[in-house]
């Protein structure tokens, strides 16, 4: 993608300000976040200055004024603990559906060519199929989950009735610097980065046979510029590596890129949890020519010295 007028809504989070960071040295963009989770300190590598709107989604006046002049947006504010949607539905209802339903609504009023929805594997719910496949029935297991269907519905539905083009990214479990290890639904990587940089044991939920399907954020973000320029309107698509890897196992691995043994502590499993997670990503390899380059080891040696470096 190149010289295209691009608004990142959530750009200034942990995925959007990679994105932004990706798109920001060859194209014209645009973030709007209310920085209730994101951070300015995350722009502070983008390559070109950009211009940052803080408002919420909600706001439809600041909206309407970030929206105008953009060929595509990037979906990307929403809440995201699965925790705390069971603790306060209504919030994720209004952030996450009313405020897509706003994002759509004004891409429309705007002209914009096409919205890319950054939804999650979370809609999968607790099925035990793997790997999961787009066309398997949604079972979301949890309010933010929900919400997240429900803006899928959003996009086919606007697309139909509006001709605007939408692009549903279903992403699994995305790491790397700038996530904060302290968020509720930051990935195991980050948590354990961290507490490592610092010297601190780790906790283990459960037996840590659980797997999960990790994709190095960089690779996160080149998938998400393909959904934005290839044909590939109307589709749902998953993002991730393909690949299914034990939380205990990404704990050895730290351990050894880290030189040092870890003190891990085994705690009780989290109700709710999915077991397995993996994501089919053929439709990816031929819908959008993506493939992950980034290997597991090479992805936690990156993202355990980013975190080493903050503690300095």
Not at 183 to 203: D, L, Q
Not at 218 to 230: H, I, M, N, S, V
Not at 250 to 271: C, H
Request: aromatic share 6%.
């Amino acid at each position: 993608m190149q010289g295209t007028r691009v608004l990142v809504t959530g750009g200034a989070g942990f995925i959007g300000s990679h994105l932004v960071e990706h798109l920001g040295a060859w194209n014209d963009v645009a973030v709007l976040d209310d920085l209730s989770t994101g951070s300015l300190r995350n722009l502070e590598t983008v390559p070109r200055e950009i211009r940052l709107k803080r408002a919420s989604i909600r706001n439809r006046k600041a909206l309407s004024a970030a929206m105008a002049g953009h060929e595509i947006v990037y979906h990307l504010a929403a809440k995201t603990s699965v925790p705390d949607s069971v603790a306060h539905p209504e919030a994720y209802w209004r952030t996450n559906v009313q405020g897509t339903l706003a994002v759509l609504k004004a891409a429309v009023d705007a002209k914009v060519r096409r919205v890319v929805f950054a939804s999650s594997a979370a809609v999968y719910g607790s099925s035990e199929e793997n790997p999961k496949v787009e066309t398997m029935r949604p079972a979301p297991a949890s309010p933010y989950a929900s919400s997240k269907m429900v803006g899928e519905f959003a996009c086919e539905e606007i697309a139909s009735l509006k001709g605007l083009e939408t692009v549903v990214a279903r992403i699994f479990n995305a790491y790397g610097p700038r996530q904060d290890p302290t968020s509720p639904y930051a990935s195991v990587i980050s948590k354990f980065s961290a507490s490592i940089a610092e010297n601190r044991g780790i906790e283990i939920f459960g037996d840590g046979a659980q797997t999960r399907d990790f994709l190095y954020v960089e690779d996160l973000t080149t998938a998400l510029e393909l959904a934005g320029e290839r044909p590939v309107a109307g589709q749902i698509i998953n993002v991730g590596s393909g690949t299914a890897t034990s939380v205990s196992e990404v704990a050895r691995l730290l351990s050894e890129i880290a030189g040092v043994p870890v003190r891990m502590k085994r705690v009780d499993p989290r109700p709710g949890d999915v077991r397995d997670s993996r994501a089919d990503i053929t439709k990816a390899a031929e819908k959008l020519g993506f493939a992950p380059q980034t290997s597991l080891r090479e992805g936690l040696t990156r993202t355990l010295a980013w975190y080493r470096a903050q503690t300095h």
